[in-house]
């Protein structure tokens, strides 16, 4: 864990109510997620890392309180105080050729470095990428620009396959041999029991330290209690309780 | 001149008052990796029982203006794993003054505990917990009357070679009176305050925050209120105060001093700055000649 100031280079709307930002700094980013300390507000935000490239980080995230808001309305070259090196990620060796990738919302950004990774040893990767509607689409470009396959689905059916997630991979029923996902928790859920064979799901849950030693995040798993900020917040399939 | 930040806690050197309070800074070794822990005078562990306990359901945080709410509810491994396995782990890293804090569900609970850590030799402190408001039928109803606090402190104080501490709740109408009587039964120090019974709520969802409804509130918010119960305490007793809420800094730190406290502990800023103690006790030498102190001991109690 490291605490270090980050220059915002970039923070613009996206999709409905998102936000990109590109943060820049020095130093390695190498955990899961980073928790970013916002102006007047007490706790930091956590944050899962959609990319990073030597210097610059990229971040996506939803304004959905106060704290979001203030973060949006930041301009560029403003500086934030952000903790790096946090959470267990996602682990692209347990993949043996090909990877399928199921994001949903907001959980879509982190599934774009996987990806990535899971390219550079190349490995097959297909993405499928759940949204409510059209407007809240995010990322799908970039997907695109490096994975093999790419399936959108949208609940309102304004693009892709109408309906969730689990509605596009039946369509289109890619092959895989080990899946990660990361949603809505209903969402995880749901394709942890659709799927078969194994993979591994980013959990989300309110956190207070994001380090590992305030208890705050707990989560009952197969294996016993487990922090989400620290453990994960990727398990494996088999270890979670739904 | 070279500042003399040590204090003297029951007879222990306390290397600098900056103590993690219980809860902020789990058993320290959680920290090991991401900074020197023998920069910090003391350290007080997480909260333990008899039994190890997953504690209460998530949401367990909620955000607050200048603080935090948590209801964590004493998730721990139980007194045995810390005695056998975190203590003697964290003495190959930590040399300053380890603080057991215990919590119970009954008298016999408390004792049982607490003559364990007193047997555990990297123990230096042990620190009762009467005031967490966290867990039912426990915790905080032992710290809220007098004769009650009193009951635990001597049951304790009966089994205990070492100093032993009572940490007592905010949530009182009179935290002197507790205080007295926890230094008549026989307490050596105590430790306050806890956090402050609070609530929120999501008003999208019409439901509170906190799964477990109400939590302990605590933070920068809640300073001039424990320091102004550490400066009543302080005054009415003669056994030494190790004050704690809503330090943030080595300015309030002097502050907790010079109301009364001997040590002080950090808690709810090391949730947003897990840096916040180390960070503190390099602050705390260019505060000293900034105010032209030589000897931090000097300043307890002064106002």
Redesign the interface.
Known sequence: MNKSLYTIAENSLIATKTYQMVLEGDGVVDGEFVDIGIPGYFLRRPLSVCDWEEGRLTLVYKVVGEGTKVLSEMPVGSELEVLTGLGRGFDPAACREQALLVGGGLGVPPLLLLAKRLKAQGKRVTAVLGFNKADEIILADEFRAVCDEVLISTVDGSVGVKGFVTDAIAAGRPAFDYFYTCGPMVMMKVVCQALDGPGEASLEERMGCGAGFCYGCSIQTKNGPRRVCKDGPVFKKEELIW | MVKDLSVDLCGIRLKNPVVPAS????FGL??AG?MDLNVLGGISL?GTTREAR??NP???????????I?S?GL?NPGIDVLVNEKVPALRKVYDGCVVANISGFSLDEYKECCAKADACDGIDIIEVNVSCPNVHNGGMAFGTSAASAAEVTAAVKAVCRKPVFLKLSPNVTDIVSIARACEDAGADGLTLVNTFLGMRIDIARRKPVIANKMGGFS??AVFPIALRMVYQVAHACRIPVMGCGGVASARDVVEMMMAGATAVQVG?E??????ACPEIAAELPILMDELGINTLQEIIGTV
């Not at chain 2, 367990?60 to 203006?65: G, T």
């Open positions: 809860g902020t800074f789990g959680e920290l991401d997480k997953y504690g998530t949401p367990r945080i909620a955000e607050c203006e200048g603080g935090m948590n964590v998730q933070g920068r709810a090391n949730i947003r700055n897990p840096f």
